[in-house]
């Protein structure tokens, strides 16, 4: 199958992705009403004050149709694991061993059905036909100072990109509920059209010369973001599906899915969300824990050549605890949700053995594996002691020459909007309304004590 997905024609009988969601809509539509009706004043989880104040943890008061994560499993996406996936979705070569195409994903996610090789063709193309960018967005881009930081310049970037936001210029007109679906598709699949070229401006402005590499419309969405960003290499072209395909979804509650869905709940168009979600995933504890990583992982190397010492066992045990005893987190390791190794780290792990066995900085990645659980769990304040997917992402972008750390982040937003934009549709399309929970004072708190010492009856 072999160039199936590039030269994938569509064929009159093939439904394209938006018409297959079309025809899904009334019938989840259906099944939700049905599911509020059946069940809608059950309880399905209670709340303790340690979760009030502790970040909501495990707190079931979201739907999330795209993905589903377990604490010990990992993430299912529309109930497949990643190598469910890695052996089911579409290739770029046809060859079952390669790694999936992040369009298949997409697909995936909208549609929840594994797609073919030619929908998958269907929405290359799709995305191709949608990426030019309005006019304004390049200049604003190349006029960034080089010292912003990529995550801010690209939340930024997007939120440029809004004026062409179709949802807005419809709700400006009148547009009425039933059809926010519609427009939130046109500008989530824009959106994700248009995301490599913006990063790519970004990185070739921010590191090199401002000239991005020429695309191939033989090629796919992942290749063509690496010829923008300057990479050629077939190996790292099979990196990028496969990075941006696990980087995409990881359920609602997650601080990039959440904000995301939170700020769409107003009604904010999907450029608007979405940049709301960049932002929560440029902080350390969330997705610029990958650049951290990097850098932790230089600090280790240059620390003990000028101490002498090899990077072994024992150095990366010294280094682990000085970075502990000084109050600071092992970047790449814990976990809100998870409780053992995390399989998007396995997988990249995988991806490593099979193209970079004798990477110097793997080797590295794999001694801290080995050590670091064991600290963390001697520390005993973590948790989860295993990696997180960030801790495995940034060796192997350095191993094909992409040494810019800083940037890291950057491409794990591009993944990052192939799941809550897609999730976005969805809420569009099932009218989910304003999220508002409730918060609470602590004099309220007080006052609930008084009046139940033992708190609430569990039901
Ligand atoms: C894509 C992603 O977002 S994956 C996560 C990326 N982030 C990182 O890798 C940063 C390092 N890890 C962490 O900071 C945390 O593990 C988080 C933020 C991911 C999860 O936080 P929590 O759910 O609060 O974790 P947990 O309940 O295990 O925390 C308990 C304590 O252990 C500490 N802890 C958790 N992980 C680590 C770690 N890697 N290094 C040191 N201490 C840690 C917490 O800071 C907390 O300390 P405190 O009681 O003094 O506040
Ligand atoms: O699930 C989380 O809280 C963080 C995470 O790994 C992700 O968003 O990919």
New binding site residues.
Partial sequence: MRGGVRRGARTLATKSLKETLAAQIPAKQAMWKKMKQDHGSKIIDTVTLDQCI??A?SVKCMVWETSLLDANEGIRFRGYTIPELQEKLPTFSGNAADEPLPEGLLWLLLTGEIPTYEQVAMVTKELADRSKLPAHVEPLIRSFPKEMHPMTQLSIAVLALQTDSRFQQAYAAGAPKSSYWEHTYEDSLNLIARLPEVAALIYRCKYHDGVLGKTDPKLDYSANFNRMLGHVSPSFDELMRLYITIHSD?EGG??SAHATHLVGSTLSDPYLALSGGLNALAG????L??Q??LGWILDLQKTFKARGKPVNESTIREFAWET?NSG?????????VLRKT?PRYTCQRDFALKHLPNDELFQIVETIYQVMPGV?TE?G????PYP????HSGVLLQHYGFTEHEFYTVL?GVGRAFGVLSQLFWDRALGLPLERPKSVTPEWIVEFFKTHPDGLAKP
């Avoid at 600071?328 to 809100?336: D, E, K, L």
């Fill in positions: 502790g970040g943890r990881h997650n601080a350390p504890l969330h997705g824990a990958n951290e990583v502990l600071q987190v092992i970047p790449g390791y814990g976990h809100a995390d963390l520390h304040k973590t948790k989860n997180n997917v960030d801790s794990f």
